[in-house]
């Protein structure tokens, strides 16, 4: 893993007021490029840590870095960081406050001081990103649930962070909802934005990220996401259970039908592929 580092917390300890200690020492890294699930049971801390990341909330102690520096919780310090990290949160209803789509997506953008015409491009290019142009002059009250939650991540992204934070992203869309939002992230992704995402889907998460970080009471433990969403012992600690493609490819190894060092399938497709090939059928 030698992607640069693009937002940290360094022993950074949090509880909220008359609340439990939620983070205690916890160093945690955004790498650029890397597509990060955060797993973990609720109320294991997955809002918590992503609002530490994005600013919203201060650590007590230790700091949060950005490329690096120190990031100073003053105006210049504030917009530094919400150039670089924008978090959308779980409830649309949360973010979203214009009356119209377009309003609410420019909110950002001219809240940065930017001309009217890069206000424009912006919120074009936001609304294409999530192939919501057609709601731009839509009252916001209008929209379907879907239609808000992609409301509120245009609005993230009309910033250009060059990291996008997602709270359950996935939690309440549909089947079709759900793979339209993974297609978006995968643009977004190719055109050089770093995605994380918060989850208790093993299965997403396995077939999505690239690292995955675990909750668990003794902190964060964070590698690339094979390796640890098979780790039985820290997914027990988390309170999840093993993704069905890490169980899949137990049984094919144990069969000889996918070598010890080949991949495990992700997706129902992807076992399909595996099968086939083995068996020619
Ligand atoms: N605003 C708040 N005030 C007090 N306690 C809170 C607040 N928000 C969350 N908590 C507590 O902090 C812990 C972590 O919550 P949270 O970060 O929301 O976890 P998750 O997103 O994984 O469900 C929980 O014990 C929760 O009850
Ligand atoms: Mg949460």
């Known amino acids: ?26 160093d945690f890294e955004v790498r650029g490029g890397r597509a990060l699930a955060l797993l973990g049971r609720n109320g294991s801390g997955k809002t918590t840590l992503m609002r530490l990341l994005s600013g919203g909330l201060r650590p007590r102690t230790g700091e949060l870095t950005v490329e690096g520096r120190a990031v100073g919780y003053d105006r210049k310090g504030l917009t530094r960081l919400r150039t670089t990290v924008q978090l959308v949160v779980q409830d649309p209803d949360d973010q979203l406050f214009a009356a119209s789509v377009g309003q609410d997506v420019s909110f950002g953008p001219l809240n940065l001081g930017l001309s009217d015409v890069e206000v424009r491009a912006r919120v074009d290019e936001a609304l294409a990103a999530l192939d919501i142009t057609a709601l731009a002059d839509r009252p916001t009250h209008l929209l379907s649930y879907g239609q808000r939650k992609r409301t509120a991540i245009a609005g993230a992204v009309a910033m250009r962070p060059r990291v996008l934070i997602l709270d359950e992203p996935t939690a309440g869309l549909d089947p079709d909802g759900q793979e339209r939002l993974l297609a978006t992230l995968d643009g977004l992704r190719a055109s050089g934005t770093t995605v994380v995402m918060a989850t208790h889907d093993v299965d997403l998460a396995l077939r999505w990220a690239d690292d995955a970080a675990l909750l668990t009471p003794s902190g964060a433990h964070t590698g690339p996401a094979a390796a640890m969403l098979a780790r039985t012992d820290l997914l027990g600690q988390a309170g999840l259970r093993l993704p069905w493609g890490i169980a899949a490819a137990e049984l094919l190894r144990a069969q000889g039908l996918l070598p010890a060092a080949a991949p495990g399938p992700r997706t129902a497709e992807e076992l399909s592929a595996l099968t086939t090939a083995r068996t020619g059928t």
Do not use: I, K, N, Q
């Open 1 to 26: 893993m030698s992607e640069p580092v693009l937002v940290a917390l360094r022993g950074a300890s949090f509880a909220y007021e008359d609340g439990p200690v939620v983070v205690d020492g916890l």
